[in-house]
């Protein structure tokens, strides 16, 4: 399936309305790998805000330094809840455990780049996620077909920006949709 379209790595997912899971409302993924075996991502716009860095470093008892950034932690989808994941900037890489997404963007998910955080040093940009959305092999090539989600390029500042009630409508617009104008009927020729 995959040898049909291109990757979407490194793309952004945007929730279609009546998605029909309401996990995924107005969800914005971004797409961490897409292969012919399936794809992940990391929802990048809904908070969890019962769980903060501080509390975080702290059950993982790093010490959290003077330097030490706000870092926002996100719902990153509903599989492995209690696993976190650092997308950041490609100005971060942990030597083998970093994954490059593209030019711009990585993913961590060892513990150096919480200590390095924490330090107030590390990747120039980053949300740190628990969970992460998959799909098996196919899965999201069919659901895109049904008209459960559409595709833009990733752009930082929806990424990584603080306005989370925006990033959903921003993404539509970056590509020419307006939010008031979608259906969730997938049209079919």
Known sequence: MISEIASLSGSLLIAMPGMGDPRFDQA????????????????????????????????????????????RIYYGGPVEGGRGFVLHTSDYASEGATLPVDDEVGLTATLDVLEELARGRGPRSSLLALGYAGWGPGQLEGEIAENGWITCAARSDIVFGRANDHKWTAALKSIGVDPLLLSDEAGHA
């Open 28 to 71: 914005v993924i971004y797409l961490c790998a897409h292969s012919e075996d399936g794809a992940m991502g990391l929802i990048v716009n809904k908070p969890a805000p019962e769980v903060t860095f501080s509390d975080l470093l702290e059950q993982l008892e790093i010490d959290a330094g003077p330097q030490t950034r706000d870092i």
